[in-house]
């Protein structure tokens, strides 16, 4: 069964540092993987995906990385600013129980304050 | 840019009382989803869809039914609701199998 495993739980840092979030997932043979980011009390906004054939995707100040080998994803973020504070959460597409589906990690929080 | 958009946001529910709660995309996708999102238990599949007409369970369907006679629309629905069923359901939608997953907003439900 597929477990996928988010560290740190929480991270809290003073505005302009690099972050890195880690994700790593118990079964390789994932379709893809995708980083999302939720405001509380809100809905979860797409960030990057990245395909199983795929190293990394880029977006802005974002890099995510994937090595399926090794099962680990990591999550990127320069410059950081109080506004990226959220929810990240990764989700691998699997097929699991006869069907395609996306399996969460439990999340990082991240606080970026001034 | 409207994307995945849920009805209501809010609701409160009495046990034993039906409800349902709609999906609405305008991205002309094929595949719609439905999650519920439990503290401690994280995002779970209850029911999907892969195209209009189409449904079928996830990993948690009980209590739940589900339709889709639009393409754009996918409703959930609670036929008889418990206080286990109090949580907060999103939508979401791609447009492929293992395409980019675009998610709703959220709706917030209690059932007392």
């Known amino acids: 069964k597929q477990e996928v495993t988010q560290i740190p739980a929480a991270l809290s840092v003073p505005e302009g540092e690099n972050l890195v979030l880690n994700c790593s997932f118990t079964?390789?043979?994932?379709?893809?993987l995708q980083w999302f980011r939720q405001d509380p009390g809100k809905g979860l906004t797409s960030l990057l995906l990245?395909?199983?054939?795929?190293r990394e995707q880029t977006s802005g100040r974002l890099n995510a990385s994937l090595d399926k080998s090794s099962g680990r994803s990591t999550l990127y973020i320069a410059a950081s600013q109080p506004g990226d504070s959220a929810t990240y959460l990764c989700a691998g597409r699997q097929l699991s129980g006869g069907y395609n589906k996306l399996i969460f990690g439990a999340g990082t929080r991240l606080a970026v304050h001034p | 840019n409207a994307g995945v958009t849920q009805t209501p946001k809010f609701r409160v529910l009495k046990t034993g009382q039906s409800m349902t709660l709609l999906c609405a995309q305008d991205?002309?996708?094929?595949?719609m989803y439905w999650y519920r999102q439990d503290p401690g238990m994280g995002l779970r599949l209850i029911h999907y869809s892969v195209g209009e007409g189409t449904t079928a369970k996830g990993e948690v369907p009980d209590g739940y039914n589900v339709s889709r006679l639009k393409k754009q629309n996918f409703l959930l629905g609670l036929e008889s609701a418990a206080p286990s069923q109090t949580s907060v359901y999103f939508c979401a939608s791609s447009s492929g199998r293992n395409t980019e997953a675009f998610f709703g907003q959220g709706t917030r439900l209690t059932v007392v």
């Open positions: 990245i395909q199983s054939s795929q």
């Open positions: 079964d390789s043979a994932i379709y893809n």
């Open positions: 991205m002309n996708h094929e595949y």
